[in-house]
Structure formats: structure tokens, C-alpha cells
């Protein structure tokens, strides 16, 4: 059984960073591409980011491109997701989620993932 566990978020400024990771146990991370979710109150939970199996593939929403940045580590068994020129509008729990794929195909796709970690919260305030 493959367990996710997150953790970075915390509060940060408008215009602030934070790298959040998605660390994996129980199995090894290199044969599933995993995707960054995030959901706020109130609100769906919606796709933000995903890589494929090797890192060689990358998805992003609209909402993030240019200021959001995943990556991996295979060695480590963790996923980043490096978060600059952070909004309000991106407060919400970001969850990392496994996909039972290498690739990112289809990421936006809830159903497309087999394992789900218990999020870590973001807050963007002044």
C-alpha cells in the first residue's frame, strides 16, 4: 500500500514562496505519475500540476503556468511542488495524489489517481 504524506504549506505574503512535498512510503514512487491538487473552502477540488513517472512530463493548470513549478525525486521517493509570486486566490489544503499511470494523461481526472495523501494548508495573506 502505497501512503502520501505532504508537507510545506504554512502562511506566506502575497508575492511569497513555499515548496511543498509529497513524501511516499510503502512503495517506491518511480512507477506512478503524481499530481498536485488543491481544493478551498467552498470549492471543487481542482487538478494543479502533474509529472509523469520519470519526470520527463509535466502538466499545469492555466491558473499556476509560470509561477508554479513540480519536480521530483525518485532517490528520495518525494515529489516537490515549488510555488512562487503566491496569490490569495491560491489559500487552499494541496493535496499529492498517485495516478495509476506513468503518465499524465488525463490529469485533471480524479479517477485517474489511486492513492491520496491528507493535504497540507497554503494561506496567502497580508
Known amino acids: 500500500q502505497l501512503q502520501l504524506v505532504e508537507s510545506g504549506g504554512g502562511l506566506v505574503q502575497p508575492g511569497g514562496s513555499l515548496r511543498l512535498s509529497c513524501a511516499a512510503s510503502g512503495r517506491t514512487l518511480d512507477h506512478y505519475a503524481i499530481g498536485w491538487f488543491r481544493q478551498a473552502p467552498g470549492k471543487e477540488r481542482e487538478a494543479v500540476s502533474c509529472?509523469?513517472?520519470?519526470?520527463?512530463?509535466?502538466e499545469y493548470a492555466d491558473s499556476v503556468k509560470g509561477r508554479f513549478t513540480i519536480s521530483r525525486d525518485n532517490a528520495k521517493n518525494t515529489v516537490y511542488l515549488q510555488m512562487n509570486s503566491l496569490k490569495p486566490e491560491d489559500t487552499a489544503v494541496y493535496i499529492c495524489a498517485a495516478a495509476g499511470s506513468y503518465y499524465c494523461s488525463g490529469y485533471v481526472h480524479h479517477g485517474l489517481y489511486d492513492y491520496w495523501g491528507q493535504g497540507t494548508q497554503v494561506t496567502v495573506s497580508s
Open positions: 509529472i509523469s513517472s520519470r519526470g520527463g512530463g509535466t
